[in-house]
């Protein structure tokens, strides 16, 4: 069994910073990409920003210059860090990824159950 969990969310006045993590555990034989997702109040879940296994990155338009995708592939966690945020980035926060469990077996998608993000003054 996969698990991925986050942490790292909480309440930020706008212009702050936080740092998102995303550790996977389990049965790994491989992972393959990984990103963050969001959902705002009354929104669709988003995709944020995305990393490749060799280190490739794409970012949505909306944290461009803000948030930094980066990824540990020996101790298979992933961060977030997120600065200069804004009421906007308000959302819940979810880790995705892509592992193949065994040698033999495809890979599949994982999901984390979310951290918060609330940006407020």
């Known amino acids: 069994q996969v698990q991925l969990v986050e942490s790292g969310g909480g309440l930020v006045q706008p212009g702050g910073s936080l740092r998102l993590s995303c550790v996977a555990s389990g049965t790994i034989f491989s992972i393959y990409d990984m990103g963050w997702y969001r959902q705002g109040p009354g929104k669709e879940r988003e995709l944020v920003a995305a990393?490749?296994?060799?280190?490739?990155?794409n970012y949505a338009d909306s944290v461009k210059g803000r948030f930094t995708i980066s990824r540990d592939n020996a101790y298979k966690t992933m961060h977030l860090q997120m600065n200069s945020l804004k009421s906007e980035d308000t959302a819940v926060y979810y880790c995705?990824?892509?592992?193949?469990?065994?040698?033999?077996?495809?890979?599949?998608?994982?999901w984390g159950q979310g951290t918060q993000v609330t940006v407020s003054s």
């Open positions: 995705n990824a892509a592992i193949r469990t065994r040698s033999f077996s495809r890979a599949a998608t994982y």
């Open positions: 990393i490749a296994s060799g280190g490739g990155t």
